[in-house]
């Protein structure tokens, strides 16, 4: 099962929204004759790439795989359909598909059939595989981590707003690889205004290129002309509120873009409620959130973010005009605030990673 999990990193940049999945088959000696890895969405399952290549050996042998072969249509036919076809003994499951399609449904008809089924090896380290798939199977909203580059006093820019480069070339580069692994990006228009980014796949690690991107912006100021509506306007997403300007809309329409109307909060900001949903309705199960801190702020005080990955950089940019990383009217007390728990701290190049889940709201 270990050797299975290392064969599911093989899905990182391209299995969502679908999970990371590994798989080896074992002849009826208990030899490796097959391996498989869910690659990329609307690929061969780890299951029947490893059934392909162990071929006739297959025969009365063992599959192992991470996650509970799916039972139903989807994308792919039946990993199940193609466990039967290929005669083997027994299968051993890491954990169960949380999706309300598998779901048990899988372990099911293999029994049914007469297989021999193992349940539950190396299981927590199969959830946490896939912990942005099982937060949206189980929740039904998208897993949304914050990603922060900042400096040690917590800015991420100077006064005046200049913030390239905070942090070093090899921490830049890490965060435009954890890009690769989410279906969206969102930023706030204060971003966009500032920095005018691009907000793309660039490092090839995801054989899909398109990244949907979302730009929050209650009136809509997102210039018709900035960087992110002259690539790919199709992808990005518009969210505005009643307040914003109709002829602003049809003009930002007008690109190729999508702009979607949500209530507003106390603020006058985007109602981030309906801004998740919308998108977790359309397929997006992952939101990279790359700020500013106005935004980060909102996602935190709305009980919406799990996990942060911050770089950190050896710099003290200082005053109150520099801009922190997380805005918004803070909270009145420490026992008030948002409760994280570091996963892994490690240094980079002179900087710091900190990725953190958060765990109380």
Request: proline share 5%; charged share 25%; net charge neutral.
């Amino acid at each position: 099962m270990r050797r299975a999990l290392a064969l599911a990193e093989a899905g990182r940049y391209g299995a969502s929204p679908n999970p990371m999945v590994g798989a080896l088959v074992l002849d009826s000696h208990g030899d490796v004759v097959g391996e498989g890895a869910h690659r990329r969405c609307g690929g061969p399952h780890a299951e029947v790439e490893a059934l392909t290549v162990a071929g006739a050996k297959a025969y009365g042998g063992t599959l192992v795989v991470t996650l509970e072969p799916c039972v139903h249509y989807g994308r792919t036919p039946p990993c199940v359909d193609a466990i039967l076809a290929a005669a083997v003994q027994r299968v051993v499951i890491g954990c169960r598909d949380p999706n309300p399609a598998v779901a048990g449904r899988g372990v099911k008809a293999l029994r049914d059939a007469g297989l021999e089924v193992l349940e539950g090896v190396e299981a927590d380290a199969c959830r946490r595989l896939n912990y942005r798939f099982f937060h949206y199977m189980e929740k039904g909203l998208p897993y949304v981590t914050l990603k922060m580059a900042l400096s040690l006093d917590g800015k991420l820019a100077a006064r005046g707003g200049r913030s390239r480069w905070i942090t070093s070339e090899a921490s830049r580069r890490e965060g435009y690889a954890l890009r690769e692994e989410y279906d969206a990006l969102v930023v706030g228009v204060g971003t966009v205004l500032a920095d005018d980014p691009r907000l793309v796949r660039h490092l090839g690690l995801n054989p899909n290129p398109h990244l949907r991107r979302v730009i929050l912006d209650s009136h809509l100021r997102t210039p018709t002309d900035c960087t992110l509506l002259r690539h790919e306007p199709a992808d990005v997403v518009l969210f505005c509120t009643e307040r914003a300007d109709p002829t602003r809309r049809r003009a930002l329409e007008s690109t190729g873009a999508t702009v979607v109307e949500v209530g507003g909060d106390e603020r006058g900001r985007c109602d981030l409620h309906q801004v998740v949903k919308w998108l977790a309705g359309r397929g997006i199960s992952s939101l990279l959130v790359e700020g500013g801190g106005e935004t980060h702020w909102s996602f935190l005080k709305e009980g919406l973010a799990q996990r942060v990955h911050a770089f950190v950089a050896p710099l003290l940019l200082g005053g109150k005009e520099a801009i922190p990383a997380v805005g918004g009217v803070g909270f009145a007390s420490p026992q008030e605030a948002v409760q994280l728990r570091f996963e892994e701290v490690r240094r980079l190049d002179g900087d710091l990673v900190l990725i953190a889940e958060v765990y109380r709201v």
